[in-house]
């Protein structure tokens, strides 16, 4: 059973300070790492991809994968309150061909 | 115009009744899934397609079908609703001949409410 685990929170962060969302996953074959943000009551749409071991930055947000630990990670910088949603980590595993495991998501709930 | 629409948004259905939720894309994308999304459960895949002819169960299948008509359409049947089949449903559609590979539109999703 390929599985995505996240904590599903909520994880509460003051306005201003860096939101850190993790994930992990269990199939060692995982080659792509989505995450997605979701309003309430909204459609998933996507933050970051990555694909290869260590950081990649977007603006505000970071991901981080270490596919040795089987991790990934998702950092928001200067938190604002319009990025409190659900945040779901998906893993792709094999080449493309295969759909999208999606973890629970974890709920930010940012601060002003 | 929306890329990726769903028809109906929001439905109320009695058990046994038979229902199908719509799905269209203006995107031209191959690749068309169709997911459920229960409080605390996540988005769980139900079936996905990768051309007309293609047609793939996913985790939660039972219960369910689907018809791909076209490129651009991809539409879920509940045969028998059951009031566990209440959830919010979503299709997406992806491209991987694009750069970033295998990235998910969504559709706005229905509500759906089996009584």
């Known amino acids: 059973q390929k599985e995505v685990e996240q904590n599903s929170g909520p994880l509460s962060v003051p306005e201003g300070a860096i939101a850190s969302l993790n994930c992990t996953y269990s199939?060692?074959?995982?080659?792509?790492f989505f995450w997605y943000r979701q309003y309430s009551g909204k459609s998933p749409e996507l933050i970051m991809s990555?694909?290869?071991?260590g950081d990649k930055e977007d603006g505000r947000f970071t991901a981080q994968l270490n596919k040795a630990s089987q991790y990934v990670s998702l950092l928001i910088r200067d938190s604002q309150p319009s990025d409190s949603a659900t945040y779901l980590c998906?893993?792709?595993?094999?080449?493309?061909?295969?759909?999208?495991?999606f973890g629970k998501g974890t709920t930010l709930s940012v601060s002003s | 115009d929306a890329d990726v629409t769903q028809t109906p948004r929001n439905r109320i259905t009695k058990t046994g009744k038979r229902i199908m939720l719509e799905c269209s894309q203006t995107k031209g994308h191959d690749r068309m899934y169709w997911y459920r999304q229960d409080p605390g459960l996540g988005l769980r895949l139900i079936y996905y397609s990768f051309d007309v002819k293609d047609i793939n169960k996913g985790e939660i299948s039972d219960g369910y079908s689907v018809s791909r008509q076209a490129q651009a359409k991809f539409s879920l049947s509940l045969e028998s609703a059951i009031p566990n089949q209440t959830a919010l449903y979503f299709c997406?559609?992806?491209?991987?001949?694009?750069?970033?590979?295998?990235?998910?539109?969504f559709g706005p999703g229905t509500r759906l409410l089996v009584l």
């Open positions: 199939d060692r074959g995982s080659q792509s």
């Open positions: 997406a559609t992806s491209d991987p001949g694009l750069a970033g590979g295998e990235t998910q539109y």
């Open positions: 990555i694909y290869s071991n």
């Open positions: 998906a893993v792709r595993v094999g080449q493309a061909g295969t759909a999208l495991i």
